[in-house]
């Protein structure tokens, strides 16, 4: 325990103010977790670890058992259908999104583990609160905030005078910011789905909505609302998540709880935390900055990717490049020097944290004045002898582990990784100006060393010509070919129009 008061920043209120919890003996955080149904990519990393270190700080704070942390799994969502179908053509759906469900979320915990974020305290799964959500859409009619409409249930917008609060937004000028849904079953377009149909082959439940069997399925924003409460109660200390959240998600669970309760308030202090964009440029898919954490692990340690999460201020925007990662790599190494572990672990952080250190942290997560801080005390370390010197490395190495570099002593960058992310975005450059989208982490140059890019792109075009044409034995010879110069072929379908695509790679 300690006496420096913990402030953080509130999108509800726009203020900076000292935290207090409901109950010092269960401080109680909710952070909205994955949709599981593709690799995470970097961009997801951020929450994650932004939340580590809060989880970690709060811990120190007001003691390791007295935090509970919530981060929840999406395994139900249109993506995930759409994706398991595309995925498992051949299986019946709902094998096909278990599977894939399945796949994903072991993916993301092995690679979230190797960020170092401890596991959060609860883990639930949308799809086993089914009955809870069934239950608060039931409240949700009963007391006149929700609708039934062909089949769907719909939150009521206008039914709640406080909608807009968390957006600081009208709903008029909500309406006008955001993609929403326009629907002849809506009442008012800004209104959301609480239950859908489910039909065919969908993932299902049995409900007493909508005309004949009522089998359905829950609309996003309403497991965040029902899993809170079962594991935190009516209103709990902190809810986060990403920027990107407070319009609609994190809208409308304030809108549905504080509805389907009797309380004005779900969370009382909402922190989100800001963008990520690699190399100056938003991340995505058409782009091709789309970079996974699996892929960057290939190249980074976790530690390196972490450090460099946390460089930056978490409310502010990230830029994300090779030169921040080399940055962070040669900090690690310096701060290495004097780092010894804790005996106890995560766990022993209240022995000496230094007291700067901590008053940065707690300040709003200041991490990037945290660590200035200990580069200070390694100028001290050098000066300093025997027993002081001691001394000053305990709590420099006991403030490191407070935000997860609890074995820093173990951290040996990998030779290669320097340059790859400038080799990445060199090879993007390049191969932006092809029509072939290259696979991630391929040598663009060496392939074109071998081979001119129009051949090569004239000779894929030929052989899907080729396929299309069911000409299997000209489609194999061309693959035989650039084969035989190391260019191997993968066939994919691309998400967006369901068309054939080839990719190529440098074979290994
Ligand atoms: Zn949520």
Not at 109 to 136: F, K, N, Y
Not at 291 to 306: F, S
Not at 425 to 454: C, I
Request: charged share 30%; with cysteine; proline share 4%.
């Amino acid at each position: 325990m300690t006496n420096i008061a913990l402030n953080l920043y509130n999108t509800l209120t726009r203020k900076k103010a000292p935290f207090e919890p409901i109950d010092k003996d269960n401080v109680r955080l909710y952070v909205c977790g994955p949709t599981v149904y593709d690799f995470a990519h970097i961009g997801n990393a951020r929450p994650v670890i932004v939340f580590d270190v809060l989880f970690r700080l709060l811990r120190h704070l007001y003691g390791v058992e007295h935090v509970t942390y919530v981060r929840n799994i999406t395994d139900v969502d249109d993506k995930i259908n759409a994706r398991a179908a595309q995925q498992y053509p051949d299986v019946p759906l709902n094998e096909a999104i278990h599977t894939l469900t399945k796949g994903t979320t072991k993916q993301f915990h092995e690679d979230i583990a190797a960020l170092g974020v401890l596991e959060p305290s609860q883990e639930p799964r949308a799809t086993d609160h089914i009955d809870g959500m069934i239950e608060m859409t039931k409240v949700l009619i009963e007391k006149g905030h929700a609708y039934e409409a062909q089949g769907h249930v719909l939150f009521d917008v206008a039914s709640d005078k406080n909608y807009g609060d968390l957006s600081n937004r009208s709903v008029d000028e909500m309406m006008a910011g955001a993609r929403v849904e326009v629907a002849d079953y809506k009442k008012n377009p800004m209104d959301f789905v609480l239950w859908k149909p489910s039909t065919g082959d969908e993932p299902g439940w049995d409900s007493p909505f909508g005309e004949g069997q009522g089998r359905g399925r829950p609309g996003w924003h309403l497991e965040c609302s029902v899993m809170s409460r079962k594991l935190l109660g009516e209103r709990f200390d902190i809810h986060g998540g990403g920027l990107d959240l407070i319009f609609p998600h994190h809208e409308n669970e304030i809108a549905q709880s504080t509805c389907a309760h009797e309380n004005e308030v779900m969370a009382n202090v909402w922190m989100h935390n800001g963008y990520l964009q690699v190399e100056g440029e938003k991340m995505s898919k058409s782009q091709g900055n789309f970079i996974t954490i699996n892929e960057l692990l290939k190249e980074w340690q976790g530690e390196e990717l972490r450090f460099n999460m946390l460089r930056t201020h978490y409310r502010q925007p990230i830029d994300w490049t090779a030169k921040g990662l080399s940055e962070t790599r040669r900090n690690l190494l310096r701060l290495q020097k004097n780092f010894k572990p804790l005996e106890g672990g995560v766990d022993a952080v209240e022995l000496v944290a230094d007291g700067q250190f901590l008053e940065a942290l707690c300040d709003d997560l200041n991490v990037h004045q945290a660590t200035s801080r200990l580069f200070e005390m390694q100028k001290k370390i050098a000066r300093a002898t025997g027993a002081e010197k001691e001394k000053l490395e305990q709590s420099f190495s006991a403030s490191l582990t407070l935000i997860g570099f609890e074995r820093l002593d173990l951290y040996s960058p990998f030779g290669a990784g320097e340059d790859t992310m400038e080799v990445k975005k060199t090879q993007l450059d390049e191969a932006r100006k092809y029509a072939v989208t290259p696979m991630p982490g391929q040598d663009v140059k060496y392939a074109l060393s071998k081979m001119e890019p129009e051949k090569l792109n004239q000779m894929i075009e030929d052989r899907l010509a080729a396929r299309d044409a069911k000409d299997w034995a000209n489609a194999d010879r061309i693959r035989d070919e650039l084969g035989a110069l190391h260019i191997e072929l993968h066939d994919g379908k691309d998400p967006d129009t369901g068309k054939v695509i080839t990719r190529w790679d440098i074979k290994r």
